[in-house]
């Protein structure tokens, strides 16, 4: 909800007026392998990669999904089937985002399992490792752990790059991966919307991701994709000064925010009796031309007592988090959202103040 004041600004510009006639089949376009992709949004995505220059789409394919979520369900099936004798391994590096966990857990499929951190993975064979960079929940810049630890090369990688983007941290060069994740979610901040998608180097996959999507939801909404294509388009023209004013660039925008937001955080935590907040390189950004340091969209948190619980902690302050533990972590650390509305942000600041203090706070 942070960027919502800029889309505001922006409503009457980039409305869209759906008509009860419109958009009625199923299909969008027979002859893509995706074929409930909509054409506009298809195109939209390819100029958005071009104009940030965060990732590779020549001879790429692009399978759109409800939200990042679903792309990443349908990529276990396309890697998994038609199944063998035992599930495939699925990892990544802790801390990782709770939900590949519960995602993997929750149908109990044949197909594959979780098995927690890759730094801890050990077992040969097949293996799927997610890649999340910049990394949620600690803002980190991650490269693949398995190959180059164990030298297993029989692994498949997911790369998610929902947060690889110009408000969020410096652009260092297009992704050139297999397969790579996106979502309108953290891109723009439209999560209402459930657009993702993938750039897929392999036709094989991308069918079998298209298979997956057909059978668990036959397609996915075609008013959506209008919308994500329409507001894609507002970043671009933003971005390129096509017809908009400085104040329209989405990306410095909220990079803008961000920036505020982090000072106000440090300057809070710096003399906090209880709690370390992480620190990030500058690198010099392609996008903007200048050195950038990651913002990232959560604070995490470490305790400096080893034996205190972060989340708990901040739960006596009436401060919502996720435990570190839930993220293959300590229970030292938590993660707090900083993608909030201003009034919230701010109430969370003055909540964490009590910290800058020596009094025992919450049995400290």
């Not at 990669?49 to 965060?54: I, P, R, S």
């Not at 060069?173 to 979502?183: Q, S």
Request: hydrophobic residues 35%; positive net charge.
């Amino acid at each position: 909800m942070m960027f919502e004041p800029f889309w505001k600004k922006m409503s009457d510009k980039y409305n869209v007026k759906i008509g009860g006639g419109d958009l009625m089949s199923y299909f969008s376009d027979g002859n893509n392998v995706c074929w409930f992709l909509e054409p506009e949004l298809g195109a939209a995505i390819r100029r958005l990669h071009g104009v940030v220059g965060n990732a590779v789409t020549d001879d790429r394919y692009i399978v759109v999904g409800t939200g990042s979520s679903q792309l990443f369900q349908a990529l276990l099936y396309a890697f998994t089937t038609p199944g063998g004798p035992e599930p495939v391994s699925v990892v990544s590096s802790a801390p990782y985002y709770s939900d590949y966990a519960e995602v993997v857990s929750f149908l109990r499929s044949e197909l594959f399992k979780w098995e927690g951190d890759a730094y801890k993975f050990n077992k040969k064979g097949a293996y799927i490792e997610v890649v999340n960079s910049p990394n949620n929940p600690d803002g980190t810049l991650r490269e693949a752990v398995v190959m180059n630890r164990t030298g297993n090369g029989n692994g498949k990688l997911i790369y998610d790059f929902a947060y690889y983007w110009p408000q969020f941290t410096a652009i260092t060069g297009a992704a050139d991966y297999d397969n790579m994740l996106f979502t309108l979610s953290k891109c723009t901040g439209h999560a209402g919307s459930r657009i993702g998608w993938a750039l897929v180097k392999d036709k094989d996959i991308a069918k079998k991701m298209t298979e997956y999507i057909t059978i668990s939801s036959i397609g996915v909404s075609k008013e959506s994709q209008f919308r994500a294509a329409k507001i894609l388009e507002a970043v671009c023209n933003g971005s390129q000064n096509v017809g908009s004013v400085k104040s329209e660039n989405f990306f410095e925008y909220g990079r803008k925010i961000l920036s505020k937001r982090w000072q106000k955080l440090r300057e809070t935590i710096q003399n906090s009796e209880y709690l370390i907040l992480s620190k990030y390189p500058q690198e010099h950004c392609l996008f903007s031309g200048k050195l950038a340091e990651t913002l990232s969209a959560y604070a995490w948190l470490e305790s400096k007592d080893d034996t205190k619980d972060c989340n708990e902690f901040l739960r006596g302050l009436k401060i919502v988090g996720k435990s570190g533990k839930i993220c293959g972590a300590h229970q030292k650390f938590a993660r707090v959202n900083l993608m909030c509305r201003e009034e919230e942000f701010n109430q969370f600041i003055e909540r964490l103040s009590a910290t800058r203090g020596k009094g025992v706070i919450n049995g400290y």
